[in-house]
């Protein structure tokens, strides 16, 4: 995680696909983990407690990247950058690049509220789930949640594809038709799964508080 985080701020090509494929074998090793845990009936409270754990610390570990080199204030329709020069990063005030998600309809960043309300929930699930097994609750993953961190994967994989493949057509300077629709379809698949993601976020939030809010309020749910 320190290395999948750390990366993508090398201004280097070579060193954001290295952590692009770092996130990529994190996730689906992940995913394998789980897997075979259930397949061969090894799952174990304390996995249960730290796989969650791993996942949160995973995300805002590349969270924090995407919020700081995509641009928290990259809007849509917002620069009137030519076409071929949009598919490599643009550049801050400062002189530093910057590498929202490129789309026909406009370039989009990752908003502060959207990395607020994922990070918020996430260490709040944190919170809940170990004050839960201190009463001798242990709240598993559920489907929702399941969804949404698959569509999160996908979003943080976009992004990170992005930040190595901007900096190399930047280097490169690739405008022909074929790359310029990769870019946007990489930018639509990214800002679906943002989206997506956020909903599931908040979703998931409200079924676990539905479901196990009894542990606290000492009413169980009915259904």
């Known amino acids: 995680m320190p290395l999948v985080a750390v990366l993508p701020f090398v201004e280097s090509w070579e060193w954001r696909l290295v952590a692009f494929v770092l996130y990529i074998l994190a996730a689906v090793t992940d995913y394998y983990d789980g897997m075979l845990a259930r397949r061969r009936n090894q799952i174990t409270r304390l996995g249960q407690l730290l796989d ?53 309809l406009g370039r989009w960043g990752l908003p502060w509220w959207i990395f607020a309300v994922v990070v918020g929930r996430e260490l709040f699930m944190t919170v809940f789930r170990q004050a839960a097994a201190r009463r001798g609750v242990v709240i598993a993953a559920i489907g929702p949640a399941k969804w949404k961190t698959g569509f999160q994967s996908t979003w943080v994989g976009a992004a990170y594809f992005w930040f190595f493949a901007a900096t190399l057509a930047a280097e490169q300077g690739w405008t022909a038709t074929p790359w310029v629709a990769f870019a ?6 990214g800002v679906v799964t943002m989206v997506v993601a956020t909903a599931l976020t908040l979703y998931s939030l409200a079924l676990y508080l539905r479901r196990f809010g009894y542990v606290f309020w000492g009413v169980r749910a009915r259904g």
Request: aromatic share 6%; proline share 14%.
């Open 184 to 189: 946007h379809f990489n930018g639509l698949v």
């Open 52 to 104: 969650p754990l791993a996942d949160k610390l995973l995300l805002v570990g590349t969270l924090v990247p995407m919020l700081l080199l995509s641009g928290a204030a990259a809007l849509p329709w917002a620069d009137a950058t030519p076409p071929g020069a949009v598919l490599g990063p643009i550049l801050r005030d400062g002189g530093d690049p910057l590498f929202p998600f490129v789309t026909v």
